[in-house]
Nanobody, 115 residues
């Protein structure tokens, strides 16, 4: 069973940038489609970016042009570069397979956008 550990969140001002990282344990990472999800207070968890095993990418409309997902299969790590942050991007960010595996959710990393 693959486990994920997210890092890189923080408090940033609107317009700022962050780079989130997600380290995966276990083998077979390279064959999974991977995604970054986020959950804002009082809202359901949503998929915001996805990268396939073949490096194809997908972005939710709300983040398109500002978020960039990438992966390093040697390091078993998936990244999320977040630019032009907005207050509505405030959430806990998680990574997981796509479709997600319920038993693999990590602790997430908090992103707070505020002036």
């Amino acid at each position: 069973q693959v486990q994920f550990v997210e890092s890189g969140g923080g408090l940033v001002q609107p317009g700022g940038s962050l780079r989130l990282s997600c380290a995966a344990s276990g083998s077979m990472f390279s064959i999974y489609d991977m995604g970054w999800y986020r959950q804002a207070p009082g809202k359901q968890r949503e998929l915001v970016a996805r990268i396939s095993s073949g490096y194809g990418t997908y972005y939710a409309d709300s983040v398109k042009g500002r978020f960039t997902i990438s992966r390093d299969n040697i390091k078993n790590t998936v990244y999320l570069q977040i630019n032009s942050l907005k207050p509505e991007d405030t959430a806990v960010y998680y990574c997981n397979r796509v479709p997600y595996y319920e038993g693999s959710w990590g602790q997430g990393t908090q992103v707070t956008v505020s002036s």
